[in-house]
């Protein structure tokens, strides 16, 4: 079975700096890939996935960015760091909608 | 386009138990239905789906789930729940190209002794 791993576990950052979390995957190749973030009581929302290297396809439009540079590594970046990008943040990974997820990330900007 | 409602934000219960969570979907193509788990501070973890075949589906920890195509609807079932239980349930359908899942907005079930 797959195995996602996702760090750091906690961040807080200040508004207005970069932010890099990484995912990465083990058990599996060529996933689909998936970065989500959670707020509370607003579910999952998906902010970008991916179907195979350097493809990447935004789902919001927002201050955030990703990338995949090997096939198991998916990252989340943004330049600068907003109070709303605050949250919980989920890796995936799945093929035929079955999707496996990291222990997530807890991203607070201060 | 694919939607999930999740009809009930929080469920409380006592312990030994049954419990329902309920699901209601919209979609205009075929249907591909899950309910993942969340524990506290934790990812998700699927407990069960459904793609074809036997309307009524089994998952892990004893839950089941049951397609109703004609009320839209894929309910969470248990009929005896534990302490270890409480966690937060989220129903996802399938959408699109990639995979993709879009999940409703949880319920969140706290079991009592």
């Known amino acids: 079975s797959q195995t996602i791993h996702q760090w750091p576990a906690t961040l807080v950052q200040p508004v207005g700096s970069p932010l890099s979390l990484e995912c990465t995957v083990e058990g599996t190749s060529n996933p689909n890939l998936y970065w989500y973030r959670q707020a509370a009581g607003r579910g999952l929302q998906l902010l970008f996935y991916?179907?195979?290297?350097?493809?990447i396809s935004s789902e919001v439009p927002q201050n955030l960015s990703a990338s995949r540079p090997q096939d198991r590594q998916f990252i989340l970046s943004s330049k600068k760091l907003l109070l709303s990008d605050s949250g919980f943040y989920l890796c995936a990974s799945g093929t035929n909608y079955e999707q496996y997820f990291g222990p997530g990330t807890r991203l607070t900007v201060t | 386009a694919q939607s999930v409602t999740q009809l009930d934000s929080q469920v409380p219960v006592f312990e030994e138990a049954p419990v329902e969570l309920r699901c209601n979907y919209s979609?205009?193509?075929?249907?591909?239905l899950f309910w993942y788990v969340q524990y506290p501070n934790q990812g998700l973890q699927l407990l069960l789906k459904y793609l074809s075949g036997s309307t009524l589906v089994k998952g892990i920890n004893g839950f089941e789930a049951e397609f109703n195509k004609s009320q839209t609807s894929f309910h969470l079932r248990k009929p005896s729940v534990h302490i270890s239980d409480t966690a937060e349930y989220f129903c996802a359908v399938g959408r699109g190209g990639g995979n993709k899942l879009t999940f409703g907005t949880g319920t969140q079930l706290k079991v009592e002794l």
């Open positions: 979609s205009s193509v075929s249907v591909y």
């Open positions: 991916s179907v195979g290297i350097g493809q």
